[in-house]
């Protein structure tokens, strides 16, 4: 049954992280052919520099969500479900 419940977990967090490399991957070819846009059309503003750095902040968001899914996720969840049910005892 835990085996059960530590896999489900598990898997999770591998599709979170393949979340993750997947929109890493679109960042970094979307902003390269923006990039390739701005310095082909008009290499003297660098407005490419704005969905770069929008999305980037997005992008560093969805990375530092995955760091604490793991200390505030299903396991947090766990032990402070546990807690409360020992404090109500």
């Known amino acids: 049954m835990e085996q059960d ?12 992280l393949k979340a993750f490399y997947i929109h890493l991957t679109v960042y970094v070819l ?7 846009i701005n310095l082909s059309s008009d290499a003297g503003n660098w407005w490419f520099l704005y969905p770069l750095g929008g999305w980037g902040i997005g992008l560093a968001v969805h990375g530092v969500s995955l760091l ?10 766990e032990r402070k479900i546990k807690e409360y049910m020992e404090k109500d005892r």
């Open 5 to 16: 419940e530590k896999y489900i977990r598990a898997k999770k967090k591998v599709q979170n």
């Open 68 to 77: 604490f899914y793991g200390s505030l996720g299903a396991d947090w969840e």
């Open 30 to 36: 979307v902003n390269i052919m923006l990039f390739a």
